[in-house]
């Protein structure tokens, strides 16, 4: 599942195509450039199929998530989209919750199509939880999702952002204990910040305390700064962390320990939260769980979400300039985008053995083999891409000794021969 990602794809046959307009229902930066990159296609409002370089991304957000979740204990697995009404019924969402889809057949029936898992999970854990001994003491019970969720998003005007189909990893963690769940929630906060620092937008991402309606210090969203954001947050660069807007009374900076004035107000994307869920679905169903007395408990949870496809839209709204998307290393859909120049049998020649080289060696790369094209156009098309190192074979670049490499994110190029690609590309992997 993790290692299947090809190192090498050829232009010329990628069913894809860039586009130079934006398709005109679509007002988000972020549509806007994966739908003329064919990252991905727009089905309606806030739904989107992932297109091959879309999914390479989607892939490796997936995994680092995937790493991460492992590292810190979690047990994976892949629950139902169709979740029994009687279950949304025990916990009162069928009624309450605004932005459930309810689905029916022809017989009559009618189920929720899941927004997110509690109600699924918290009854299949019934099965396998009565006692404290089905606890560790040195290992967490965690247990994550990475799945497609749907809302009935009313405002589905910001491309990947807000989806009404989307995809997101949701992890539920048990405890017997107030103890054990701080202990774990903690550790959490810390798991958060790696990954986002790995998808490469760490340094724009915050802390930040949420209180979710009445103030409780288990509450925190992690707020990416950007313009395209929904939310606004105040910013304590001092200490690295904010506050959602709604929280900022004098009692909660007073509790935090912030002063009003040297908070920055800035617009933020939500990219992940996390939370105490106290006892509010394992009540429901009483998944409960007798101690060493034989007295009985119900379970403590917390519940930790990242939106991978909110993230995707983020990184092209915070990591871009007027001409296109600049992956980050960790995610791009491939490391180099390698261009071939003009028509000239030995150039074409040249350029191939380079893809076949730099493709045995583990770089990924997409070759633009596509011939009919001006080199203006293969540029264009590779800053609208976004893969971090452009790298052109001209009868020119053959003259000055080898291969023009370009990092996206730079003006200037220089030229390497074969070996020095493939060690820059080579060294990147290892980092
Ligand atoms: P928001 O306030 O933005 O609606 P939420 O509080 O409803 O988010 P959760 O239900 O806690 O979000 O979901 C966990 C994570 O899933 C969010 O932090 C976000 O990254 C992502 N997410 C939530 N709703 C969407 C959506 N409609 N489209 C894409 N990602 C979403
Ligand atoms: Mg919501």
Redesign the pocket.
Known sequence: MTKNITNGMRQSILFTKTRKEAPADEVSKNAEFLVRGGFVHKEMA?VYSYLPLGLRVLKKIENIIREEMDKAGGQEVLLSSFQPKENWEKTGRWESMDDLYKVSDSSGRVVALG??HEEIIVPILKNYISSHKDFLAEKPLAIYQIQN?F?M?LR?KSG?????E?I?K?MYSFHTSKEDFENFYEKMKDVYKTIFKRVGIGHLTYLTFASGGTFSKYSH??QTISSAG??TIYVDEASGNALNKEVLTDEVLGQLGLAKEKLVEQKAI????IFDLKTKYSKPFDLSFTDAKGEKHVVLMGCY???L???MGTVVEVLSDDKGIIWPESIAPFAVHLLVLGEDEAVLKEADKIYESLQKSGVEVLFDDRLGMSPGEKFADSDLLGIPMRAVVSPRSIKEGGIEIKKRNEEKGKVVSLDELQKICLKKSIN
Do not use: C, H, Q, Y
């Open positions: 806030g927004p997110t969720k809302r998003e589905a990947m952002l807000r989806g009404r989307f997101m949701d969203e992690f929904e939310d939500e990219v992940g939260n979400g990242i939106g496809s909110r993230l």
